[in-house]
């Protein structure tokens, strides 16, 4: 089994910055790509920045500019740097780790969430 944890959220003004990181544990042989999601109340979980192994990386209109992933060779952990964070960046912000296992089946692993409130 593959365990992610996120850790960094937090309350925190308008204009300011706050810096996410993701863990993966457990039997992993590789990881493929990480991807920062968040879920606003009342909304649907929308992907936010993503990474893969090859280097590439994605993110959504709406943080472009402003938020940067980031990650070592092996994709863990991988970081969420969110600079002028906006009342519209408030919500739970989720990881999701995909890759193989040791026992060389694919895994796609989610964990519990970090909070982000971002006030006027």
């Known amino acids: 089994q593959v365990q992610v944890v996120e850790s960094g959220g937090g309350l925190v003004q308008a204009g300011r910055s706050l810096s996410l990181a993701c863990e993966a544990s457990?039997?992993?042989?590789?990881?493929?790509?990480v991807g920062w999601y968040r879920q606003a109340p009342g909304k649907q979980r929308e992907l936010v920045a993503s990474?893969?192994?090859?280097?590439?990386?994605t993110y959504a209109d709406s943080v472009k500019g402003r938020f940067t992933i980031s990650r070592d060779n092996a994709l863990n952990p991988v970081y969420l740097s969110m600079n002028s964070l906006k009342p519209d960046d408030t919500g739970v912000y989720y990881c999701?780790?995909?890759?193989?296992?040791?026992?060389?089946?694919?895994?796609?692993?989610w964990g519990r969430g970090t909070q982000v409130t971002v006030s006027t």
């Open positions: 999701n780790v995909k890759g193989y296992s040791g026992s060389r089946y694919p895994f796609d692993s």
């Open positions: 457990g039997n992993i042989f590789t990881i493929n790509g």
């Open positions: 990474v893969n192994s090859g280097g590439g990386v």
